[in-house]
C-alpha cells in the first residue's frame, strides 16, 4: 500500500469523519480546513465537525431510516456516532447531543492521531495531490465552487435554513410545559409552548406578513422538502403549520387537561439544558422580525435569543450524473467527493458519505476495486441515490429513507411470503415491513463485512461479491469491527 498522504478538504462531519478512517488503517493524511482563517455564513466555531443547524441526528429508531443507518455506522466503527453517544442529551426518541462538547471532542480526537497532519488553509484551487477527498460540505466556498464547477460543467444549489436558540431561563415556565410527544422518552426532554385557536392564527397571519432576507435577483430559490422555511410553509395555507412543526398530537397541556390547538415545541441544546431551539422553526426571516414574531409565542415573550434563525445556500453536484459508485468524479482519477456535497442532507448521511469514500480510498490504495455495501442497507442505499439517482425527475439533496430501498416483494428471500408481481402475499403493517427491512439490512451489512475480512485475507472479487449479497447466519455476526 503507498504511503503517499491522502489529502481531505474539509473537516465537517464528512471529512473528519474520512480522515479518521483513513488514519485508523495506517493511512497518513493531511487534512486542510479553512477555519479558523475564514468562516462560511452559517459557521461560528473553529472546532471540526460542527453542528450548525440542529443539535439533533434524529430518531434512533430502527422503525426509521435514520435510526437504521446510525446503528450501521456504529457498526462501522464511526468516529461521529461513538462520540454521539458519549456527549448526548436527552431528546425522547431523538440522538441530540451537546453540539459543543460533541465537536470538542472530534477535534480533540483527529489532533492526538499521528497519521494526519492539519493545516489550517483557505482551499481557493484544487491542490493537484492525489488521492484527494472533497468533503467541504453545501456551503463550499466561492472560489472553490468556480473551479469545481470549471472541472464538471455543472454547479446545482438550493436554501437550507436554520433554527433559533433560546435562553432557557429567559422561557416563562408557568406558560411553557414539558412532556414529549405520546410519552416517549423523558418529560423533561422538551419545552412545550402551547397555542388557541386565536392565538396560532394571530401568529400565522403575523408571519405571513413579516419581512425576508430578499433572494439574490440572479438565483433562483429552491428549498429542501425536509427543511422549508417556516414562512414557506405558512404560505402554503394558513393551517399547515398545524399540521406540520406545530401540531399538537400527543401532547396534553396540564393547565387545561387538554391538547392545545397548536404548540411550539422547545429541545434542549446542550447537556446543562441552558438553552433550547425551535423545532422545526428554520427561516429567512430578518432577525427583528424574528424577534418580535417569535415573541408572540405563549412562553416566549420575554424570551433571549442565543442565535437567529438564517438562511444560507448549499452546493452539490449532480452525482448520478459525475460520480462513480466509488464516489470517484468521472474523468478525474484520485479525486472524490464525501458529505452534503454531493447531494445528500443531514448529519447522519454526511457521515456515512465520508466513511464509504474513506473505504473506497483505503482499497484502492490496497490494490483493491472497492465492494459497494449492497443496496439493502441504508448505507447502501445511499450510495445509490448519491450515484444513481432517482428513475426519474431531477436529482435532488435527499435524506435516507426507506422509499430509497429495494422492495422487500421483490428480494426472494421474503417474495413468497409477502407476495412477489401477480402474487397474493401477506399485507404487513408498516412496523412491521420496517422492522423486516432494518433485520435484512443488518444481515446484509455482516455480510459485507465479512467480504471485506477476505479482501484483506486475499479472497478474490467473484468470492467477495458472492457473499456480500447473501444474508450470513447468527454464528458469523459477531464480526462487527473493520480494523
Not at 467541504?136 to 466556498?141: I, R
Not at 399540521?243 to 387537561?257: H, S
Not at 415573541?295 to 438562511?311: D, N, T, V
Amino acid at each position: 500500500m503507498s504511503k503517499s498522504p491522502v489529502t481531505i478538504v474539509g473537516a465537517g462531519l464528512a471529512g473528519s469523519e474520512a480522515a479518521y478512517q483513513l488514519a485508523i488503517r495506517g493511512v497518513p493524511v493531511r487534512l486542510l480546513e479553512m477555519k479558523p482563517l475564514r468562516f462560511s455564513e452559517a459557521h461560528k466555531s473553529p472546532g471540526f465537525a460542527e453542528l450548525v443547524c440542529s443539535n439533533s441526528f434524529r430518531s434512533s429508531s430502527l422503525q426509521n431510516a435514520v435510526g437504521l443507518l446510525k446503528e450501521e455506522l456504529r457498526r462501522l466503527g464511526s468516529l461521529n456516532f461513538r462520540v454521539a453517544d458519549e456527549v448526548r442529551v436527552p431528546a425522547g426518541d431523538a440522538l441530540a447531543v451537546d453540539r459543543e462538547r460533541f465537536s470538542a471532542a472530534i477535534t480533540d480526537e483527529l489532533h492526538r492521531r499521528p497519521e494526519i497532519e492539519i493545516e489550517e488553509r483557505v482551499v481557493t484551487t484544487l491542490p493537484a495531490e492525489r488521492p484527494m477527498i472533497i468533503a467541504t460540505g453545501p456551503l463550499t466556498g466561492s472560489e472553490l465552487a468556480a473551479e469545481i464547477q470549471r472541472l464538471t460543467g455543472e454547479a446545482l444549489y438550493f436554501y437550507d435554513a436554520i433554527s433559533p436558540i433560546v435562553e432557557a431561563d429567559s422561557i416563562d415556565l408557568s406558560k411553557a410545559f414539558f412532556d414529549s410527544r405520546y410519552g416517549k422518552g423523558s418529560p423533561e426532554d422538551y419545552l412545550n409552548c402551547p397555542l388557541g385557536r386565536d392565538e396560532y392564527y394571530a401568529f400565522v397571519d403575523a408571519l405571513l406578513a413579516a419581512e425576508c432576507v430578499p433572494s439574490h435577483t440572479f438565483e433562483e430559490p429552491k428549498y429542501f422538502p425536509g427543511c422549508l422555511p417556516i414562512e414557506v410553509m405558512a404560505e402554503s395555507g394558513r393551517d399547515t403549520l398545524a399540521f406540520g412543526p406545530m401540531k399538537p398530537v400527543g401532547l396534553t397541556d396540564p393547565r387545561t387537561g387538554q391538547r392545545p390547538y397548536a404548540v411550539v415545541q422547545l429541545r434542549r441544546e446542550n447537556v446543562d439544558g441552558t438553552a433550547y431551539n425551535l423545532v422545526g422553526f428554520q427561516t429567512k426571516l430578518k432577525w427583528g422580525e424574528q424577534k418580535r414574531l417569535f415573541r408572540m409565542i405563549p412562553g416566549l415573550e420575554q424570551a433571549e435569543f442565543l442565535r437567529m434563525g438564517s438562511i444560507h445556500r448549499n452546493t452539490y453536484l449532480d452525482g448520478p450524473r459525475l460520480l462513480g459508485p466509488s464516489l470517484e468524479l468521472d474523468g478525474s482519477a484520485g479525486l472524490y467527493f464525501a458529505g452534503q456535497i454531493t447531494g445528500v442532507e443531514g448529519y447522519v448521511e454526511s457521515t456515512a458519505i465520508g466513511l464509504l469514500a474513506a473505504l473506497n480510498v483505503y482499497d484502492r490504495l490496497c490494490g483493491r476495486v472497492p465492494l459497494a455495501p449492497p443496496a439493502t442497507t441504508a448505507i447502501g442505499a445511499l450510495l445509490q441515490h448519491v450515484t444513481v439517482g432517482p428513475l426519474s425527475g431531477a436529482y435532488q439533496p435527499n435524506n435516507v429513507h426507506f422509499g430509497l430501498f429495494p422492495a422487500l416483494e421483490n428480494d426472494g428471500r421474503y417474495a413468497e411470503s409477502l407476495g412477489g408481481a401477480g402474487k397474493r402475499g401477506k399485507r404487513l403493517r408498516k412496523s412491521e415491513k420496517r422492522a423486516l427491512y432494518s433485520e435484512r439490512a443488518l444481515a446484509d451489512l455482516e455480510a459485507w463485512l465479512v467480504a471485506q475480512q477476505l479482501a484483506r485475507s486475499g479472497a478474490d472479487e467473484t468470492q467477495r461479491s458472492t457473499l456480500s449479497t447473501t444474508t450470513i447466519d447468527q454464528s458469523v455476526r459477531a464480526s462487527r469491527t473493520i480494523p
